[in-house]
């Protein structure tokens, strides 16, 4: 596996090239890539910067320039609908492109001349990406986030919720456009600005990908509050600690096969 890791922000990803062994940076399309390895894992760590274009180059340059295997996009996101909480992980089992529009030649959401509203995401990678977010959950989320800022966000439980992700170029920040989506996109859990780029470019390019995003906000008038705090306090170590997990899980796994045959098992 090489892993292409993307984020739009820089601090959405803060600690994560800190965390590289022998990392190296290349510029490519004004973009800083740091190739290295995370955890044993092979990767590539990238920041898109915001919106699906920029999304779209930045995952087709990690795949066709920098050879990854594999895509995880890690970052936040608003809540798609009410049960989805500021704290909560979203994984995305589908992403559609909400602001996709041709009709009425082609059906509301579809991608034009791909025949497809939705793209999704990979099962392996997936299993193990919400194998790393319980993992987070259950052993580190106590000691990971400062208590101060657990209070101020009132994160006391946070939860998973896998569904369909929602992405186009702009903030939702306004409960009647999030009401509609809402309702337009059976099974959305979470609104963001890349996931569904990403995803049309893995499918295209044939490379599994994943979107894990936690929520920064509810996508309604109270979005912009705090956004860039939670961001900075928040999201980036739950990203930080949920990639650790998800490289440390293959280690794992190579090393019990490793023990097993040695063991002559
Ligand atoms: N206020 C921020 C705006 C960042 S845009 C700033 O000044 O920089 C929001 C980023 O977070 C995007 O990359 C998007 O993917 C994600 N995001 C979080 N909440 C969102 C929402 N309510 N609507 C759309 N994208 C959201």
Sequence with gaps: MRLGIISALSEEQQGLVEAMQSPYKLIHGQREYWVGQLWEIDAVCVLSRIGKVAAAMTATTLVEKFGVTHILFTGVAGAGEQTVQVGDIVVADSLVQHDMDASPLF???????????????DHRLNARVLNAAYAFLDEDFMEAIDDGEKAVFRL????????????????????????????????????????????????????????????????????????MRFVKSVAARYALYIVRRFCLQEEVSVSDQASRVSAGT
Excluded: W
Aim: hydrophobic residues 45%.
């Design 156 to 227: 006391t439980q946070p939860r998973i919720h896998r569904g369909l992700i929602a992405s186009g170029d702009q903030f939702i920040k306004d409960s009647a456009h999030i009401a509609g989506l809402n309702a337009a996109l059976p099974g959305l859990v979470a609104v963001e600005m890349e996931g569904a780029a990403v995803a049309q470019v893995c499918y295209e390019l044939d490379v599994p990908c994943a979107v894990i995003r936690t929520i920064s906000d509810n996508a309604n008038e109270n979005a912009a509050t705090d956004f």
């Design 107 to 121: 059906p509301r959401f579809e991608v034009p001349l791909t025949g497809l509203t939705h793209f999704t995401a």
